[in-house]
């Protein structure tokens, strides 16, 4: 259990720019799950916590530890691969047990944790099976129980659920919060999946081309994300940005499509940002938006709408959807003090225009 | 369906013809260890009363200590062969060490006639009065092994996922023993079959042990080389101790045929 820090932390291939400039504090005992498309270093910033990468220029800390330098076996830090890595050779006994090996344990203790651990994780049948002979959330287990055998300063996991089934991964997101509160252990975990980032993290990293472009708990990072790739990034559906002009409560698209935005404190040319949920779709025969798609998700549904050229994502609850099948023509309106503003050239979020219900600073929350 | 026939008559037939051509030369072998000088002017002579003269002539003439040196020879240089290596073909795979050129470059030596490289042996042991010893014959004999064996073993490395390792390091090991503990073991198989590969091609091999170890130190081919002398072929002799020399190698490749084409396949496909 430690504070984990990275201080102006650089990493680069050549001249290839990886990570810039990471600065971040895991406070003891947090889960911080780094988030971010593919390719936007989250993954190196890990490998370089956990020493499988070295760092170009910057330090890293666990605790009061500088560990910038050390061999990832002396950091003492706990991975759970994207595959798993087990042992192919070893059982999941001699698996869960193997890092004690490492600490000159003695064989026949080391033999009974890795048993303790395997039952707490509800392995206790599978002791002698070879990895090979395990389903993916078994072998999943097992990645884990390796990784708390010993007690570490650190977890980390580099997309633990990505080759898991959509059930098992929900079920197994829930296990490892579990695991993570009960040991109190500083978690840092990496995954493009933003829904598994909102669910599982005490505060989330939003990655962007090597850079921390919002740190923050899920909520702040939700309702007042910093510029529009962190508002598109984040949530599901995605939040509609639309380019258009504002004056007064309407925002007017180029197409001359006007939306009603409510009382905003912003006009002119801008970016405006409306999550689908807070964009609400009122039949009016003489509207000039048309449903295009309706597509059901049990008790809500997303309604894709055509405004004038421009697609706009709805959801709406099942309950409101009469009368709103494909072809109806809808006016549209945003939720009064739920749209985002953020400057049409920069993208950045025009500060003091947040939703009303959650103040929260835009500014403060970026590092 | 008469079709279907046709090809499968074809099939065995091909089969059977492949079949006898390969073993027409043992048992033709095998018969001419228990024939006399004079039965073998007859070819075709199948029935016959058989003599074990050759045979004893043959474990008289000291074919078995050849036979124990030529184990020796092979043992040590498979033993080199396959530590080193391992080593080389890990480095190889996981950090293209050399890059294309020492990948492929190193089986080089095989490209070269074994002429060109046994005389600069030779002088060596010479100079280091090495000469008619085994010293000289394994180092000839690592010369064209421990290629082979680190080229085989290149594509078992590559199959390796590097995850492994990393998971070994940060679960506390060097990176020493993440190559011995969990690396190793995964390529233990392919180890196996390039031992055995290593040691048939070391086994097989007369033109090195002629040249650098012709007297006392004589190992199996040239002691079976022997036979031809100055008064002839003793070939009911000679057939004997080919026998002696063909079946460790008929045993090992029974063991590794399926490893053998993995390693050979994956040594070469993979760029």
């Not at chain 1, 270093?41 to 330090?59: D, I, N, Q």
């Not at chain 1, 097992?142 to 580099?158: H, K, M, T, Y």
């Not at chain 2, 006392?216 to 000679?238: C, D, E």
Request: hydrophobic share 45%; aromatic share 8%.
């Amino acid at each position: 259990m430690a504070i984990v820090r990275f201080s102006g932390v650089n990493k680069s291939f050549r001249s290839t720019s990886v990570v810039s400039d990471l600065n971040l504090e895991l406070p003891d005992g947090s889960f911080t799950v780094l988030v971010g498309p593919s390719g936007c270093g989250k993954s190196t910033s890990l490998r370089m916590l956990a020493g499988l990468e070295s760092v170009t220029s910057g330090t890293i800390t666990i605790g009061d530890r500088d560990v910038t330098n050390l061999q990832p076996r002396d950091r003492d830090v706990a991975m759970v691969f994207q595959n798993y890595a087990l042992y192919p050779h070893l059982s999941v006994r001699e698996n869960i047990a193997f890092p004690l090996r490492a600490s000159k344990e003695p064989r026949a203790n080391a033999l009974k944790r890795a048993d303790e651990v395997a039952e707490s994780l509800g392995l206790a049948k599978l002791l002698d099976r070879k990895p090979k002979a395990l389903s993916g959330g078994q072998q999943q287990r097992v990645a884990i129980g390796r990784a708390i055998i010993r007690e570490p300063s650190v977890f980390l996991f580099d997309e633990p659920l990505s080759n898991l089934d959509a059930k098992l991964r929900v079920e197994t997101r829930t296990e490892l919060l579990q695991i993570q509160r009960r040991l109190g252990i500083t978690c840092l975990y990496v995954t493009h999946d933003q829904e598994e980032a909102m669910t599982l993290s005490d505060r989330m990293v939003v990655m962007r081309d090597g850079r921390a472009a919002q740190v923050g708990t899920p909520i702040e990072v939700f309702n007042s994300p910093v510029d529009t790739f962190v508002a598109a990034f984040v949530g599901s559906p995605k939040m509609n940005l639309i380019a258009g002009e504002l004056s007064g409560e309407t925002c007017t698209l180029p197409s001359g499509f006007a939306l009603t935005v409510g009382r905003v404190k912003a006009s002119g040319a801008v970016t405006l940002g409306v999550r689908p949920d807070d964009l609400v779709p009122t039949v009016a025969d003489d509207a000039d938006a048309m449903v295009k798609l309706v597509e059901l998700l049990g008790p809500r549904a997303i309604v894709t709408v055509d405004a004038r050229g421009t697609d706009l994502t709805c959801v709406v609850e099942a309950a409101r959807l009469s009368g709103i099948t494909e072809g109806t023509r809808v006016a549209l309106s945003a939720r009064p003090g739920a749209v985002h503003v953020f400057d049409a050239k920069t993208g950045q979020r025009f500060v003091g225009t947040d939703r009303e219900n959650y103040n929260t600073d835009g500014n403060e929350s970026r590092s | 369906m008469k079709n279907s026939r046709t090809l499968t008559i074809f099939r065995v037939a091909l089969l059977w013809a492949a079949g006898i051509s390969v073993l027409f030369p043992v048992v033709w072998i095998a018969l001419a260890s228990v024939k006399t000088p004079e039965q073998l002017n007859d070819p075709f002579l199948f029935s016959f009363a058989p003599t074990l003269d050759g045979w004893r002539n043959v474990l008289s003439s000291g074919i078995l200590a050849a036979a124990g040196r030529s184990a020796i020879v092979a043992v040590t240089t498979v033993g080199i062969s396959v530590v080193v290596g391992s080593m080389g073909a890990y480095a190889i795979a996981r950090y293209r060490a050399g890059g294309t050129a020492t990948r492929f470059g190193m089986l080089a030596a095989q490209v070269l006639p074994p002429a060109v490289l046994v005389f600069p042996f030779l002088t060596m042991a010479y100079a280091l009065r090495l000469n008619d010893t085994l010293v000289p014959v394994i180092f000839a004999h690592l010369s064209f092994v421990l290629p082979v064996v680190t080229w085989f073993l290149i594509g078992f490395f590559e199959a390796v996922p590097r995850s492994l390792e990393e998971q070994a390091q940060v679960d506390g090991f060097t990176r020493f023993q993440a190559f011995r503990l969990v690396v190793l073991p995964q390529v233990f198989p392919g180890m196996g079959a390039a031992a055995i590969f290593g040691f048939t091609l070391s086994w097989n091999d007369l033109f090195y042990g002629l040249i650098l170890a012709p007297g006392k130190a004589a190992i199996l081919p040239v002691a079976i080389a022997g036979f031809n002398t100055f008064r002839g072929v003793q070939i009911g002799s000679m057939s004997a101790a080919i026998l002696i020399a063909v079946v460790p190698v008929v045993v090992a490749s029974f063991f590794i045929q399926r490893r053998l084409v993995q390693g050979i396949s994956g040594g070469a496909v993979k760029f």
